[in-house]
Nanobody, 123 residues
Framework: QVQLVESGGGLVQAGGSLRLSCAAS????????TGWFRQIPGKEREFVAA????????HYTDSVKGRFTISRDNAKNTVYLQMNSLKSEDTAAYHC????????????????WGQGTQVIVSS
């Protein structure tokens, strides 16, 4: 059974930083591209960032470029999202996802999803 478990969310002041982690099990992690998405209640899920299987290729939505960094450690079956210079508009539930297709530049096709971790940025 595939599981993706996020952690690291919390309450932070605007301008602060958080690092999210997503631990994967039940799949050959290095064979999957992984991504982060976020969702606010009542709004559509939004793509945030993605990384290729080996970590060489990354892709970000424009609103987080220069502030967020996605990375992965295949030995630990974990993907990370370092979030700096946080803004109130970054407040959302953050979900990680995995897909077999090694196309991080496409924000679709994700097969497995985590339950999410809440990030609240106070202004």
């Amino acid at each position: 059974q595939v599981q993706l478990v996020e952690s690291g969310g919390g309450l932070v002041q605007a301008g602060g930083s958080l690092r999210l982690s997503c631990a994967a099990s039940g799949l050959t992690f290095g064979s999957y591209a992984t991504g982060w998405f976020r969702q606010i209640p009542g709004k559509e899920r939004e793509f945030v960032a993605a990384i290729s299987r080996g970590g060489a290729m990354t892709h970000y939505t424009d609103s987080v470029k220069g502030r967020f960094t996605i990375s992965r450690d295949n030995a630990k079956n974990t993907v990370y999202l370092q979030m700096n210079s946080l803004k109130s508009e970054d407040t959302a539930a953050y979900h990680c996802a995995a897909k077999a297709a090694n196309k991080p530049q496409e924000d679709k096709g994700y097969e497995y999803w985590g339950q999410g971790t809440q990030v609240i940025v106070s202004s």
